[in-house]
């Protein structure tokens, strides 16, 4: 069975320009996770989306970050215009669902490089 | 403000030894607890969950989970060099099962 897939692996931009991840979950995963990690930090929850709906993103900066999720499979989640602290390790996961001890499975992560 | 915390670390355990690693989380209504292991440079990938108090058994690892006292511990048999990593433990909470995290320590097995 095939993992959490993501891409780009690397990103380097300078500050101000725009940038997109893109996150393809586990087959049959109905949740899917955005999160931001930090060095020496925990995952940072930005967003996360039930089938297309996005039940919680009270974490999300609404000014610059954006996230979608049109058909309930993959995932893409922008930032415009990005900034120097945006550097970080952006993360997908998603789990069957959201109940209990559902389980999040992580994809290998987009780092992002702000100059 | 839901909080789970770790103690950073470093923790240097000797190879064979039992390296046991704790957190402890504040909210009551908390319902399951998970262990993920992080290599550097990686995604942290699961080892293990418990929701029920009392230990729970998978190969080298034994979680311990006591509700009463609101914490959560992993503790690893027989400690390999490949043990080295950053452990995180994650917390679901009851009451809209969103996922607390914490910032992990960081677990060093000499050979």
């Known amino acids: 069975e095939a993992g959490v897939v993501q891409s780009p692996r690397y990103k380097i931009i300078e500050k101000k320009q725009p940038v997109a991840f893109w996150c393809n979950p586990i087959?049959?995963?109905?949740?899917l996770y955005w999160y931001r990690q930090n060095l020496g930090q925990g995952p940072e929850l930005l967003i996360r989306?039930?089938?297309?709906?996005?039940?919680?993103d009270s974490q999300l900066p609404k000014d610059r970050f954006s996230a979608e999720r049109l058909k309930g499979v993959d995932s893409t989640l922008k930032i415009q215009p990005a900034e120097l602290g945006d550097s970080a390790v952006y993360l997908c996961?998603?789990?069957?669902?959201?109940?209990?001890?559902?389980?999040?499975?992580f994809g290998p992560g987009t780092r992002l490089t702000v100059l | 403000q839901k909080e789970v915390e770790q103690n950073s670390g470093p923790l240097s355990v000797p190879e064979g030894a039992i390296a046991s690693l704790n957190c402890t989380y504040s909210?009551?209504?908390?319902?399951?607890f998970f262990w993920y292991r992080q290599y550097s440079g990686k995604s942290p990938e699961l080892i293990m969950f418990?929701?029920s108090n009392g230990d729970k058994e998978d190969g080298r690892f034994t979680a311990q989970l006591n509700k009463a006292s609101q914490y959560v511990s992993l503790l690893i048999r027989d400690s390999q060099p490949s043990d080295s990593a950053t452990y995180l433990c994650?917390?679901?909470?009851?009451?809209?099962?969103?996922?607390?995290w914490g910032a992990g320590t960081k677990l060093i097995i000499k050979p």
């Open positions: 989306y039930e089938n297309e709906e996005a039940v919680d």
């Open positions: 087959s049959g995963h109905n949740t």
């Open positions: 418990i929701y």
């Open positions: 909210d009551r209504g908390s319902q399951s």
């Open positions: 996961a998603s789990s069957l669902g959201d109940r209990g001890t559902d389980t999040q499975y």
């Open positions: 994650a917390v679901k909470l009851g009451s809209n099962y969103q996922l607390i």
